[in-house]
């Protein structure tokens, strides 16, 4: 066995879900249709620079009302694929409830490693803090989600000694986090075959993995998941929440009916839908 039950052909089938799921493209192909509607419907400011490199970039698409919360979306990939602009679909359903929505970019491996596209993530939120008034956005009701390896960027956002890595900034600036079929423990995909790409070593899967990584305080959190998952995403989301529960934090998991991996986003956009009620709960908390 590679690790727990299984051996290296299944450990590899839980993680490769373009393997389990042939009709992927069709998916992507459908966020980047509605996401081009997105954009040219939606108020929007494309491509701000956060750092330094071509990737590190956001779009903003701002709230209709002044001092809007600001909610943070994080795209997956395996931190590997995919792009900003894919995503620019989700903002209109919190657009439209009054919160202005950041959508981040990022360097992909192989030009960068994990350790870079963490630090880079927490650089466009910092970002997003000192940024956030001059687009009608309130710093301090800060909220984030992300899917897939964006799930795993939330957590690593939560872990971060915020005050370590900016002075300015307050210890906790994020006021709800909601983590998508997520990715908690690093050391099954360093044991898969996403390693030959990925090249983690023993020291990188300690430092970034949210599983290893809990904070001692920590915003409300929800972990949402395909009911339609492989069992190593489903165990990472119970995982997860159990330590976090156990760690005294606030967890609670949704598990969405018949979703998968990929879809499973969608219904962010579906009013009423069990996950857009509660990222909008997150972004707006009583």
């Known amino acids: 066995m590679v690790y727990l039950n299984y051996d290296q052909t299944e450990l590899d089938a839980q993680y490769n ?5 042939p009709e992927f493209q069709t998916y992507f192909d459908s966020w980047d249709h509605r996401s081009k509607r997105s954009r040219t419907t939606l108020n929007c400011h494309l491509n701000i620079h956060y750092g330094p490199s071509a990737k590190e970039t956001l779009d903003i698409f701002p709230a209709k009302i002044a001092n ?10 395996y931190w590997q694929n995919l792009d900003k602009k894919d995503y620019s679909y989700l903002a209109e359903p919190l657009v439209s409830a009054g919160i202005t929505t950041v959508i981040i970019n990022y360097d992909l491996v192989p030009n960068v490693n994990i350790d870079e596209i963490v630090r880079q993530n927490r650089a466009a939120l910092a970002w997003t803090w000192h940024n956030a008034t001059s687009y009608g956005g309130n710093r ?3 909220s984030v989600s992300g899917h897939s390896a964006g799930g795993h960027l939330v957590l690593m956002l939560l872990a971060t000694e915020w005050k370590n890595f900016d002075t300015q900034m307050p210890s906790m600036p994020i006021v709800g986090a909601c983590a998508i079929c997520g990715i908690y423990d690093l050391k099954p995909i360093q044991l898969s075959y996403q390693n030959e790409a990925l090249k983690l070593d023993d020291a990188a899967v300690a430092r ?7 904070p001692q305080k920590s915003c409300p959190l929800t972990l949402a998941y395909g009911a339609d998952e492989t069992d190593e995403f489903a165990r990472q989301t119970q995982t997860l929440a159990k330590a976090w529960i156990d760690q005294g934090l606030k967890c ?20 009423d ?12 908390p009583s």
């Open 273 to 284: 839908t069990e996950l857009s009620q509660a990222l909008i709960t997150l972004a707006k």
């Open 208 to 214: 970034n993995s949210p599983l290893y990584n809990l």
């Open 17 to 21: 879900l373009r393997e389990r799921h």
């Open 68 to 77: 809007a919360p600001v909610h943070i979306f994080i795209h997956g990939g």
């Open 140 to 142: 301090n009701q800060i």
């Open 252 to 271: 609670q998991v949704v598990a969405v009916e018949t979703r998968n991996h990929f879809n499973v986003i969608d219904d962010i956009t579906i009013p």
